[in-house]
T-cell receptor
Framework: AQSVTQLGSHVSVSEGALVLLRCNYS??????LFWYVQYPNQGLQLLLK??????LVKGINGFEAEFKKSETSFHLTKPSAHMSDAAEYFC????????????FGTGTRLTIIP | GAGVSQSPSNKVTEKGKDVELRCDPI?????LYWYRQSLGQGLEFLIY????????KSGLPSDRFSAERTGGSVSTLTIQRTQQEDSAVYLC??????????FGSGTRLTVV
């Protein structure tokens, strides 16, 4: 069984500040890890994915995440927050890439303070 | 089509009525998934179809929920005798090995 825990259901950062959204996973097999973003009244969009290649993964909109097996973490970061980053972010885990269901965390709502 | 299409985008129904939600996956994607997104609950897996294999129904919350996928393409999620707790956004996604998920925009179901 796989699971994901996202610490902090709500995170607020000032515009220009570092964004850090936390995700810890549990998996009995080597995981595939994902971050999705959901803007208001829209569907989910893939930000980035870890598929057992490089542990530091770069995604769209300046986001990146680092896979740390020893910490079972896959935290999402962005050096400088922009107002357009305000959205809900979901971490997800799977045992495959494109051929198995995703298990999602409960999400983190990111608010950007002007 | 260009993406995963879901219909209707919004559905208001009376308690006790049956509803059908439709999902058109991306052409050629062999896997199709249904998720439910309730306020503050994240995304809850419901059911997963992969090619001609028996679907993984492990996430369906009750026997009022069922889904089918005809011809390996279009899928319909049916909720019988709807209850207020069924109110949520129902998301469909499709995928192909090595290509990841593509989500639709969802159907917002409101049971009154």
């Amino acid at each position: 069984a796989q699971s994901v825990t996202q610490l902090g259901s709500h995170v607020s950062v000032s515009e220009g500040a570092l964004v850090l959204l936390r995700c810890n996973y549990s998996s009995s097999v080597p995981p595939y890890l994902f971050w999705y973003v959901q803007y208001p009244n829209q569907g989910l969009q893939l930000l980035l994915k870890y598929t057992s290649a490089a542990t530091l993964v770069k995604g769209i909109n300046g986001f990146e995440a680092e896979f740390k097996k020893s910490e079972t973490s896959f935290h999402l970061t962005k050096p400088s927050a922009h107002m357009s980053d305000a959205a809900e972010y979901f971490c997800a885990v799977s045992s495959n890439f494109g051929n198995e269901k995703l298990t999602f965390g409960t999400g983190t709502r990111l608010t950007i303070i002007p | 089509g260009a993406g995963v299409s879901q219909s209707p985008s919004n559905k208001v129904t009376e308690k006790g009525k049956d509803v059908e939600l439709r999902c058109d996956p991306i052409s050629g994607h062999t896997a199709l998934y249904w998720y439910r997104q309730s306020l503050g609950q994240g995304l809850e897996f419901l059911i997963y179809f992969q090619g001609n294999s028996a679907p993984d129904k492990s996430g369906l919350p009750s026997d009022r929920f069922s889904a089918e996928r005809t011809g390996g393409s279009v899928s319909t999620l049916t909720i019988q005798r709807t209850q207020q707790e069924d109110s949520a956004v129902y998301l469909c996604a499709s995928s192909q090995t090595g290509r990841g998920f593509q989500f639709g925009s969802g159907t917002r179901l409101t049971v009154v």
